[in-house]
């Protein structure tokens, strides 16, 4: 392409000229371009979950994030210290208390230690309980291969949500509340359950 070719003028700019410029390379050119990807936020993909697993009874996540005073009542009260700050480097969940069920899952204490001492009331008792909803990776869990695995069912601290049916674990949605230690204590590398939102 010469020069005055690639000097369109007003008129073939508005005549459509450079449509027909880029038509006429070819698709070459839109091989060339990089990939568009969406990335996670490194703290979320840490967890290796899709959503941010606060502590039970909280609010929605928007009225969390608005309310939240940070001032770390509910990590002192938890008495497990399943609850921790959300780092630095998570943006506008920077400083929220937030669960690695991987690390130290909820046991879901009888008392909810974490609830009444939150003053700015982004966790509350009439709020649902639920945190998440574990699901169980048919592809990886050891029970759904022929080996005998009953890791999760036997540590569900909330009854009869995980039962045996046929020698293979199965998750009640309606009970469960996400806390996460079916999570925690899979033998599988990685684990073979994974939280989402409920």
């Known amino acids: 392409m010469s020069d005055r ?22 698709t070459d050119a839109i091989d060339d371009e990089p990939e568009f990807k969406l990335r996670t936020p490194e703290g979320q993909a840490k967890r ?17 994030i608005a309310g939240c005073t940070r001032c770390d009542k509910c990590i002192e009260a938890c008495e497990p210290h399943s609850i921790f700050r959300a780092a ?19 046991i879901m204490c009888e008392d909810t230690p974490c609830v009444p001492v939150c003053e700015a009331g982004v966790l509350r008792i009439d709020a649902p309980v639920a945190m998440g909803l574990a699901v169980i990776d048919q592809d990886t869990c050891l029970a759904f291969h022929g080996t ?19 020698g293979r674990p199965e998750i009640d949605s309606t ?14 590398p990685g684990s073979a359950i994974h939280l989402l939102p409920k």
């Open 48 to 64: 290796g979950e899709p959503f941010i697993h606060r502590p039970p009874h909280a609010v929605p996540e928007s009225e969390f």
């Open 175 to 188: 009970s469960c509340t996400g806390c996460g230690v079916c999570l925690y204590v899979c033998p599988v």
């Open 148 to 166: 005998v695995c009953t890791a999760c069912v036997e540590r569900c601290p909330v009854e009869n949500c995980m039962t045996m049916v046929g």
């Open 5 to 26: 070719e690639n000097n369109m003028t007003r008129r073939g700019l508005l005549r459509g000229d450079w449509f027909k410029a880029i038509r006429k390379k070819g």
């Open 88 to 106: 630095e480097s998570e943006c506008n969940i920077a400083g929220t208390p937030i669960i690695d069920a991987s690390g130290q899952p909820c």
